[in-house]
């Protein structure tokens, strides 16, 4: 059973450029979760999709957008790329349903490395 | 607003001694809890989780935590360390009440010492 997959694992853009990540969650997951994870922090929730609505959103602007698809897949797009966006950013899936339970748990991607030059 | 604090951001043990990574969390209601291990160039894997039935949780490779109410506590243990320990370990909170977001700490890397 494949986990979460994400792509690609590793791209380096310039300054302005725009970015866009894919991730295929866990069979099974309807959820899907995106972090940022700076070098050497841990991961700060940009936001959470559930059936292809954005449910919950961290303090990232919007240059941070995101999409999910009918089959539960999703992308996560960064415009006017800065250099502090440079970081792991990360795929979360879980099983949560309409009202969700504090109780699930997220299954990581092992991410992708965006360098911005 | 919910939040984590985990002291100390590196952690050194001889192989074979006692791991000992703390976690402290804030919120107003006990939530979910959960220990997360990151290994180099890797996503997060879950070690363990606390979802208010025993207060002493097991995980993976013989780790373990106690949630302590009293201390707003949720410490992560291991008796014997192992080479294959080293890695970086996130403490994470989530409400018990809703699909809200998963928050994690700061992270503590731990090396292991031969």
């Known amino acids: 059973d494949a986990g979460v997959t994400q792509s690609p694992t590793h791209l380096i853009k310039t300054r302005g450029q725009q970015v866009t990540l894919r991730c295929s969650p866990k069979s099974g997951h309807d959820t899907v979760s995106w972090y940022q994870q700076a070098l050497g922090q841990g991961p700060q929730f940009i936001f959470q999709y559930y059936e292809e609505e954005e449910r919950q959103r961290g303090n990232f602007p919007d240059r941070f957008s995101g999409h999910q698809f009918p089959n539960y897949s999703s992308e996560l797009n960064v415009n006017a790329l800065l250099l502090g966006d440079s970081a792991l950013y990360l795929c979360?899936?879980?099983?949560?349903?309409?009202?969700?339970?504090?109780?699930?748990?997220?299954?990581f991607g092992a991410g992708s490395r965006l360098t911005v030059l | 607003a919910q939040s984590v604090t985990q002291l100390g951001s590196h952690v050194s043990v001889s192989e074979g001694a006692l791991v000992l990574l703390r976690c402290n969390y804030s919120?107003?209601?006990?939530?979910?809890l959960f220990w997360y291990v990151q290994y180099p160039n890797q996503g997060l894997q879950l070690l363990l989780k606390y979802t208010s039935a025993a207060t002493l949780v097991k995980g993976i490779n013989d780790f373990e935590a106690e949630f302590k109410k009293s201390e707003t506590s949720f410490h992560l243990t291991k008796p014997s360390a192992h080479m294959s320990d080293a890695a970086e370990y996130f403490c994470?909170?989530?409400?018990?009440?809703?699909?809200?977001?998963?928050?994690f700490g700061p992270g503590t890397s731990l090396s292991v010492i031969p």
């Open positions: 919120s107003s209601v006990p939530p979910y």
């Open positions: 994470a909170v989530r409400p018990k009440t809703s699909y809200d977001k998963v928050i």
């Open positions: 979360a899936s879980s099983l949560e349903g309409f009202l969700g339970s504090g109780a699930n748990v997220l299954t």
